[in-house]
């Protein structure tokens, strides 16, 4: 049985509790689904702690569905993006994500999207502004900061409306031409948002929007600007930021983050820590050190209903789903994440029966 509703062109396309049929599975598959939630005996009793509640995610991709498709549609965007509404929508959304994260843990626990590939950058946007909040919130950033880097994350792939579809959808690497085509979506979305006035006066969010493909040591796109060493103190409006803004640097992490933890055409998710371990060590010249540091930091490793690969140890290349998760601040102030995982796979990817150990002892750390 299914353990979530499953969403199409925001529409409900079969409710939680639906039994799932060889044709069912077959359909979602045809539509893009890659993974489902479902309810089985040996793991009913691990409940995803999701971060924002289904229904205020799905909530959300309608907005972005609505605005960027509108912006797609050339005879519609200017009246769009000109109209008041725009703003207040996209901004009431952030309120609303402001209210509901305020109530949960201070730690990513698990954001549960299911990204079909038609509707991608719709679920994408909405989950980078909640990691960004979840972030900011970490980060200390509160008022216009706050709001600022959420406006920014949810906009942030609005150029994209006007790349073609074979292009984005595009099961494979893509060629040399195809990839410059890409790198005008930051420029795009830009001129479109200016076009706001509540938007073109808040250059932060802009910043966002036109420079999230920068990196902290040169090379990115559209500017190839790098970012500041010094840390940002939000807190002293004096301080003269050069380079790569540092609300800008946080969308990118976050951006990253969600891109690597989602399936696409051409790859396989990463689990979290798969993710978090990339960024930490191949990835980090493309982000400030200290925010990368606090970002893998905000972010629990091990939330519960995620599913993690051991990657040491006796159980190394087992898979499994996590049935617990646990966070200490130490005294250093750094924040260790611990927990335990039923593993239900081996290292061949052979169902056995289930295995529940401490993730620290499945590494064998």
Not at 141 to 153: C, I
Not at 251 to 264: E, G, M, N, P, Q
Request: aromatic residues 8%.
């Amino acid at each position: 049985q299914l353990k979530q509703n499953i969403y199409r062109n925001n529409q409900i396309l079969l409710r939680s509790g639906v039994v799932l049929t060889r044709a069912y599975i077959e359909k979602l598959r045809e539509l893009g689904y890659v993974s489902v939630r479902v309810d089985e005996p040996e793991s009913s009793d691990i409940i995803p702690n999701d971060t924002i509640s289904p229904e205020l995610h799905q909530r959300g991709v309608e907005t972005v569905t609505r605005i960027f498709q509108a912006v797609k549609d050339s005879n519609q965007s200017r009246s769009l993006i000109t109209n008041p509404k725009f703003y207040q929508d996209i901004l009431g959304y952030i309120d609303l994500l402001l209210k509901e994260l305020s109530r949960t843990a201070t730690g990513l626990v698990c954001l549960g999207s299911l990204k079909a590939h038609s509707s991608y950058t719709f679920q994408h946007s909405i989950d980078v502004a909640v990691v960004a909040l979840v972030f900011g919130r970490r980060f200390g950033l509160w008022g216009d900061h706050l709001e600022s880097l959420g406006l920014g994350a949810i906009l942030h792939d609005m150029g994209k409306m006007f790349i073609p579809d074979s292009i984005l959808e595009k099961p494979a690497k893509l060629t040399a031409e195809e990839f410059e085509v890409i790198k005008t979506h930051p420029q795009h979305g830009h001129d479109v948002i200016v076009v706001n006035e509540k938007f073109k006066h808040r250059t932060r969010i802009t910043n966002i929007v036109l420079h999230h493909h920068e990196r902290h040591s040169g090379g990115g796109y559209p500017a190839g600007l790098q970012g500041e060493d010094r840390e940002w103190d939000p807190t002293n409006s004096r301080q003269l930021v050069r380079g790569i803004h540092p609300l800008t640097q946080m969308v990118t992490l976050c951006d990253v983050f969600d891109a690597l933890t989602s399936y696409r055409p051409y790859r396989s998710a990463m689990t979290i820590p798969e993710a978090l371990a990339l960024m930490a060590n191949e990835m980090a010249s493309t982000f400030h050190p200290v925010y990368l540091e606090k970002f893998i930091q905000s972010i629990n490793h091990y939330p519960v209903g995620s599913n993690i690969r051991i990657s040491q140890g006796k159980y190394k290349g087992y898979m499994g789903t996590v049935s617990g998760s646990e966070r200490e601040e130490r005294k250093d102030g750094r924040v260790h994440y611990a927990g335990t995982v039923r593993l239900f796979y081996n290292g061949e990817m052979e169902r056995i029966d289930p295995i529940e150990v401490s993730i620290g002892e499945a590494e064998g750390y």
